[in-house]
């Protein structure tokens, strides 16, 4: 089983949509969990940083964090064209160099 | 939010030549510089960690000889790809986590093509 599990897409949906985005992680103990939204050809940008359950709201992002069932979200509402990239989540390995997890990432496609 | 620069953006050698491509954090000190390497329509795949100072840690797999790794400041971290192949044609990525925060900043990336 892989450490963070991440369905690849493509997901397809119109502009304005909402667009809710998941991984499973297997390790109950991480504690740091990360959105990166990567655009072709470019580096990852870091969009919402979590630490332990809860939500975190910024603009028309919010990142979700459920340890009990080991689930992570990211919301994205009123989605516009320029969102459409692909959403990779992180999870920190916080032991030793503190080590990014990395999901396989999903790419999204919003339609205009 | 931190920024971290790749130099070059884009490299184009022959196989058995070396290929340098540099990191930089700009506006921060990084104690712990990564790399990562990327095909197509797949994740980053981490390939060293990199600390100032001191030798790269490899991950199982990487070829420490041939992907040599020098973190020589707080600000900069280079890998060397040596005696490229064309296998070696990948996206290059390097990350810099801000010292003493879990966050990782990364860098545009480098598109290394061996022919």
């Known amino acids: 089983q892989k450490e963070v599990e991440q369905d690849p897409g493509p997901l397809s949906v119109p502009e304005g949509a909402i667009v809710s985005l998941n991984c499973t992680y297997s390790?109950?103990?991480?504690?740091?969990f990360m959105w990166y939204r990567q655009y072709s050809r470019k580096g990852p940008e870091l969009l919402m940083y979590?630490?332990?359950?809860g939500n975190k709201e910024d603009g028309r992002f919010t990142a979700q964090v459920d340890k009990s069932s080991k689930y992570i979200s990211l919301f994205i509402r009123d989605s516009q064209p320029s969102d459409s990239a692909t959403y990779l989540c992180a999870i920190l390995d916080d032991t030793g160099f503190q080590k990014l997890v990395f999901g396989t990432g999903t790419r999204l496609l919003v339609s205009p | 939010g931190a920024v971290v620069s790749q130099h070059p953006s884009r490299v184009i050698c022959k196989s058995g030549t070396s290929v340098k491509i540099e990191c930089r954090s700009l506006?921060?000190?990084?104690?712990?510089m990564f790399w990562y390497r990327q095909f197509p329509k797949q994740s980053l795949m981490l390939m060293a960690t990199s600390n100032e100072g001191s030798k790269a840690t490899y991950e199982q797999g990487v070829e420490k000889d041939k992907f040599l790794i020098n973190h020589a400041s707080l600000t900069l971290s280079t890998l060397t790809v040596t005696s490229a192949h064309p296998e070696d044609s990948s996206f290059y990525i390097c990350?810099?986590?801000?010292?003493?925060?879990?966050?990782?900043?990364f860098g545009p990336g480098t598109r290394l093509l061996v022919l």
């Open positions: 979590t630490y332990s359950s």
């Open positions: 990350s810099a986590r801000v010292q003493f925060l879990e966050t990782q900043y």
């Open positions: 506006d921060f000190q990084a104690t712990t």
């Open positions: 390790n109950s103990a991480f504690q740091y």
